[in-house]
C-alpha cells in the first residue's frame, strides 16, 4: 500500500517563526510536490523536486524554499512565517512517466497568527 | 486560457441520477489526465485516469477523453450521497508535475 505521509496534521505558529513541513514516501518516487491550497484558488504548486537535491519553482515559489537531503523526504520551509501563509499544505509524490498517478499526504492545516 | 479548467459548481443531482462532469485543456498539458476526489478538510484520491482518445469504465465511473476538442469529462452513474465531494481534473505536465483544475463540487440529495 502506496503511503505519503506528512509530519503534522495541524499546526499553528506565529508570525515571523521559522516553519518546516515534513513529508515522506515509501514509493521509491523520483518526483515530489508540495501544495497549498485555498478556497477558490485550488491547489497551487509551490516546488516541486526530480531527485535528491534537485528543486524547481513551482507557481507560487514567494516566502517558501525546500529542502532534499534524500530520495525519500522533502521539506517546505516558510523562513519568516506571515498570515497569508495560512493555508492546507499537501505534499505529494509521483515517479517519473506521463501515465504515473500521483499519490498525495494527508495535509497539513497551517495556522500562522 | 488556464491550463486546466473546470465548472466550479456546485452540481446538484439527485441520488441514482448521473453526474457529468467536464474539464477542458490548453496546449501546454500533455496527453494523460486523471480525475482526483476529494472530500472536505481530506486530501485527494485518485479515482481515473485515463491517456487515450475514447471512453474508460470502471464500475460506477467511466472517463471520456476528446484530445481534437481538449476535452475530458467524469460520468458517475447511479449518484450516491457517498460521492458528494469536489472532483479535480489534472493533466500531467512533461511527467513531472500534475497541473490542477480547480474543482467542482458535487452534491447529491438523497
Known amino acids: 500500500d502506496v503511503k505519503v505521509t506528512q509530519s503534522s496534521r495541524y499546526l499553528v505558529k506565529r508570525t515571523g517563526e521559522k516553519v518546516f513541513l515534513e513529508c515522506v514516501q515509501d514509493?521509491?518516487?523520483?518526483?515530489m510536490f508540495w501544495y497549498r491550497q485555498d478556497p477558490g484558488l485550488g491547489l497551487r504548486l509551490i516546488y516541486f523536486?526530480?531527485?535528491?537535491?534537485?528543486?524547481e519553482k513551482g507557481d507560487i515559489p514567494e516566502g517558501y524554499s525546500v529542502s532534499r537531503e534524500k530520495k525519500e523526504r522533502f521539506s517546505l520551509i516558510l523562513e519568516s512565517a506571515s498570515t497569508n501563509q495560512t493555508s492546507m499544505y499537501l505534499c505529494?509524490?509521483?515517479?517519473?512517466?506521463?501515465?504515473?498517478?500521483?499519490?498525495f499526504g494527508p495535509g497539513t492545516r497551517l495556522t500562522v497568527l | 486560457q488556464k491550463e486546466v479548467e473546470q465548472n466550479s459548481g456546485p452540481l446538484s443531482v439527485p441520488e441514482g441520477a448521473i453526474a457529468s462532469l467536464n474539464c477542458t485543456y490548453s496546449?501546454?498539458?500533455?496527453?494523460?489526465f486523471f480525475w482526483y476526489r476529494q472530500y472536505s478538510g481530506k486530501s485527494p484520491e485518485l479515482i481515473m485516469s485515463?491517456?487515450?482518445?475514447g471512453d474508460k469504465e470502471d464500475g460506477r465511473f467511466t472517463a471520456q477523453l476528446n484530445k481534437a476538442s481538449q476535452y475530458v469529462s467524469l460520468l458517475i452513474r447511479d449518484s450516491q450521497p457517498s460521492d458528494s465531494a469536489t472532483y479535480l481534473c489534472?493533466?500531467?505536465?512533461?511527467?513531472?508535475?500534475?497541473?490542477f483544475g480547480k474543482g467542482t463540487t458535487l452534491s447529491v440529495s438523497s
Open positions: 505529494a509524490s509521483r515517479d517519473g512517466g506521463p501515465t504515473d498517478t500521483q499519490y
Open positions: 523536486s526530480y531527485d535528491v537535491k534537485m528543486k
Open positions: 514509493m521509491d518516487h523520483e518526483n
Open positions: 496546449d501546454r498539458v500533455s496527453q494523460s
Open positions: 485515463i491517456y487515450s482518445n
Open positions: 489534472a493533466g500531467d505536465q512533461a511527467g513531472t508535475a500534475l497541473i
